[in-house]
Nanobody
Framework: QLVESGGGLVQAGGSLRLSCAVS????????MGWFRQAPGKERDLVAA????????YYADSVKGRFTISRDNTKNTVYLQMNSLKPEDSAVYFC??????????????????WGQGTQVTVSS
């Protein structure tokens, strides 16, 4: 089970920190990803992190502004979002898949998903 938290309403230029707590399975073996989906658009991969945290992937649109991290002792993955823009508004989902050692930018293959948390950035 994956449970996201930390979404909300923020002004442009502000920051939010999303959390995703994972129960069940072996968290420390999973790739964890953060996705987002705006109304009428596809669900896109925003960031991903390897099981060890040593490898990360970021979509071009968030590079330099978002940071993904994980704490394997707490079975939790985070997404720190800074310098938020109105176009970052979306429902954000965390998801997990087995770590195959490569392909961290791949959006397919995620097995388990959270329910999503809304992020709204006002201009």
């Amino acid at each position: 089970q994956l449970v996201e938290s930390g979404g909300g309403l923020v002004q442009a230029g502000g920051s939010l920190r999303l959390s995703c707590a994972v129960s069940g399975g072996t968290f420390s073996t999973y790739v964890m990803g953060w996705f987002r989906q705006a109304p009428g658009k596809e669900r896109d991969l925003v960031a991903a992190i390897s099981w060890s945290g040593s490898t990360t992937y970021y979509a071009d649109s968030v590079k330099g502004r978002f940071t993904i991290s994980r704490d394997n002792t707490k079975n939790t993955v985070y997404l720190q979002m800074n310098s938020l823009k109105p176009e970052d508004s979306a429902v954000y989902f965390c998801a997990s898949r087995d770590d195959l050692g490569s392909g961290y930018g791949r959006k397919r293959g995620y097995d388990y998903w959270g329910q999503g948390t809304q992020v709204t950035v006002s201009s």
